[in-house]
């Protein structure tokens, strides 16, 4: 389908099974993965403290933030076959309870070794969360619905940003000196437990398919069967990980993903040393502060996630919002010091990049299937994810040797002009679907 053109209405029965089956999961998925993003990140407001503490460099930051991608890294790709085997409402409860655990032990971290080995096992315990919850909606939606729905799901990663950035500032500043542990060590406490908790509702609220859903009716099932059928018979079917290793679309993927991960955590890991940076000092106030550029992200990746789904256009929506995040991290670094005109241009990078994050997510799965699916979105993932070692090592590493984050924030906007650049070259056929 062409560019400009919309969609072909469904039947109303159809409407109202998707309504149903959106209403179920997605709120509580968008929690899994709300409580998820902010144990992965709160990291980058520890910062504040930690390092101080610690005596940690930027460089020793940027590493062990880093170091989380790395054991995502390597247990992703069996993390999502396992899923597939074992069914979601299992795997998915066992890993938030694994990271929860994880993320509470951050409290006791003294030394550099043991900061990075703790964020080592923090990415080996949440390996196949992502890619898993985003194989889990092929389960349930067709092709020219998911990119939507996904957007939906990832809108979680500015929630936690709305949430957590006030929140981590107040549990920082009123639980400092508290039963003679700092403020940083409370944070990571405190938020450890929601990812106990909701990994046990996990197990007992998910469903693992259509076919066990007792919610939905016997027509309701039918309808969604039919069409998870019909979506399927289009897509090519890849026998085994020796035939997607050699697909040269999976390593395009992979690149993009990659850049779009770089330009991601480049701006979540140092968003709250950015706004220090333009002149805020209060840790408090620059919780606060970070809630703004992630309200506007949310508004904006729901209009355009939807707008790429009614327009089954995928390729322009992904790598407009990329190019938005390069030109967003840009200006931050070069207005410097002034706080509004950096707040606006953090503004415009959030929005891009959080856009440009679950948009892409419609481009592999408009062309993966079955196991095949579980395979290749845990490759892309895992593969993609090394961007979230590489762009908060990169950005610490330039700091200490330059006394700024202005030349990170370059680097990581010429990587995602670059990661652009290949989404726009795919053929338009491939991925319009």
């Given at each position: ?74 247990f992703e790709v069996p993390s999502n076959v396992i899923l597939h085997k074992v069914g979601a409402r299992l795997w998915i409860g066992r890993i938030m309870i694994s990271w929860g655990i994880v993320s509470g032990a951050f409290m006791f971290v ?26 889990y909606l092929t389960y349930w939606y067709p092709s020219h619905r998911r990119a939507h729905m996904i957007a939906l799901f990832m809108a979680a990663i500015p929630l936690s940003g709305i949430v957590g950035g006030p929140l981590s500032g107040w ?211 895992s593969i993609g994810n090394l961007g979230g070692f590489a762009s908060p090592y990169v950005v610490g590493g330039l700091k200490d040797l330059t006394h700024s984050t202005a030349l990170g924030m370059y680097v990581l906007s010429a990587v995602l ?17």
């Open positions: 389908m062409a560019y400009g053109e919309t969609a072909t209405s469904s039947s109303p029965a159809e409407e109202r099974a998707y309504r149903k089956v959106t209403w179920r999961l997605l709120p509580f998925l968008m929690t899994c993965y709300l409580v998820a993003y902010l144990d992965r990140v709160n990291i980058g407001f520890a910062k504040l403290q930690m390092l101080n503490d610690l005596q940690f460099s930027e460089t020793v930051y940027g590493l062990g933030a880093g170091m989380f991608f790395i054991g995502y890294f390597f003294s030394t550099p070794t043991m900061f990075y080995a703790l964020r080592f096992l923090l990415g080996i315990a949440e390996a196949g969360f992502f890619p898993g919850i985003i194989l549990i920082m500043t009123a639980f400092a000196g508290f039963h003679n542990l700092t403020g940083w060590q409370w944070l990571f406490v405190l938020e450890a437990i929601p990812a106990l908790i909701i990994g046990v509702v996990t197990m007992i609220y998910l469903d693992n398919g259509v076919r066990s859903a007792k919610w939905l009716s016997e027509d309701e099932k039918r309808i969604l069967e039919a069409n998870l059928s019909h979506d399927q018979r289009s897509l090519p079917v890849h026998p085994s990980w020796s035939a997607l290793a050699s697909d040269r679309r999976l390593w395009r993927m992979c690149l993009i993903y990659f850049a779009s991960v770089v330009g991601n955590y480049g701006l979540t890991f140092w968003l709250p040393s950015l706004i220090a940076a333009a002149g805020v000092t209060d840790v408090l106030k620059i919780g606060l502060w970070t809630a703004v550029p992630y309200s506007a992200a949310i508004i904006f990746m729901l209009i355009i996630g939807r707008s790429a789904d009614r327009r089954r256009e995928r390729r322009w929506h992904t790598a407009v919002p990329m190019l938005m995040g390069a030109v967003g991290l840009t200006g931050s670094a070069l207005v410097g010091t002034q706080t509004i005109p950096a707040m606006v241009f953090l503004t415009i990078a959030a929005c891009g990049l959080m856009t440009c994050a679950p948009l892409f997510w419609s481009l592999p799965t408009a062309i993966l299937q079955g196991t095949a699916a579980a395979a290749g979105i845990a490759a892309i993932n002009v670059l990661g652009a650049a290949l989404i726009i070259n795919l053929p338009a056929k491939m991925v319009n679907r």
